[in-house]
T-cell receptor, first 114, second 114 residues
Framework: GAGVSQTPSNKVTEKGKYVELRCDPI?????LYWYRQSLGQGPEFLIY????????DSGLPNDRFFAVRPEGSVSTLKIQRTERGDSAVYLC????????????FGQGTRLTVV | AQKVTQAQTEISVVEKEDVTLDCVYE???????LFWYKQPPSGELVFLIR??????QNEISGRYSWNFQKSTSSFNFTITASQVVDSAVYFC???????????FGKGTKLSVKP
């Protein structure tokens, strides 16, 4: 596709449930990022993939959060035993690898845990 | 530690006024990259500009200009002759030379009134 695509755009789930958020990056981009944005805040880094491997997962808040990118393209962010504090907009971005490259962001998935 | 500070939480101007958004950063990297992103009400982060730490040349692009000063660790962004469509949240971001991910400030909400 032309841009980064994230599905679903909105997700409402009950506390304790498991959710999966999907990101389809720009074709050919080897780097993929997940961020979380709470209301009134800047995006907060979660995890960064180069190809299939997680190059940096230092932003994942705890072991309930996990992400995969098995074929080096589409990525899934998985959250187990969701908590109300997980409610936020989850943003995905992709780029070419390299410091001097901008990341292109998707529209985000708004997750609400009730 | 890497940090980006946007001291202005909200700015309100009248159309055609010039407006400058401030950004101060902290990093120990000698090579790093700075970015500005715009987030309109639709929610998608839109890339505006990047600068390398070794390139202090300032630039003007249409109504946008940037002032990068390493001596004060600042990377300010100016919109000349603001328009209502410029209303958005603007984020400054930093990427260290050894990192893949962006560190964002908390953003400045710009409201341009007709």
């Amino acid at each position: 596709g032309a841009g980064v695509s994230q599905t679903p755009s909105n997700k409402v789930t009950e506390k304790g449930k498991y959710v999966e958020l999907r990101c389809d990056p720009i074709s050919g981009h080897t780097a993929l990022y997940w961020y979380r944005q709470s209301l009134g805040q800047g995006p907060e880094f979660l995890i960064y993939f180069q190809g299939t491997g997680a190059a940096d997962d230092s932003g994942l808040p705890n072991d309930r959060f996990f992400a995969v990118r098995p074929e080096g393209s589409v990525s899934t962010l998985k959250i187990q035993r969701t908590e109300r504090g997980d409610s936020a907009v989850y943003l995905c971005a992709s780029s070419w690898v390299g410091g001097n490259t901008e990341a292109f962001f998707g529209q985000g998935t708004r997750l609400t845990v009730v | 530690a890497q940090k980006v500070t946007q001291a202005q939480t909200e700015i309100s101007v009248v159309e055609k006024e010039d407006v400058t958004l401030d950004c101060v950063y902290e990093t120990r990297d000698t090579t790093y990259y700075l970015f500005w992103y715009k987030q309109p009400p639709s929610g998608e982060l839109v890339f505006l500009i990047r600068r390398n730490s070794f390139d202090e040349q300032n630039e003007i692009s249409g109504r946008y200009s940037w002032n990068f000063q390493k001596s004060t660790s600042s990377f300010n962004f100016t919109i000349t002759a603001s328009q209502v469509v410029d209303s958005a949240v603007y984020f400054c971001a930093l990427k260290g030379g050894s990192q893949g991910n962006l560190i964002f400030g908390k953003g400045t909400k710009l409201s341009v009134k007709p």
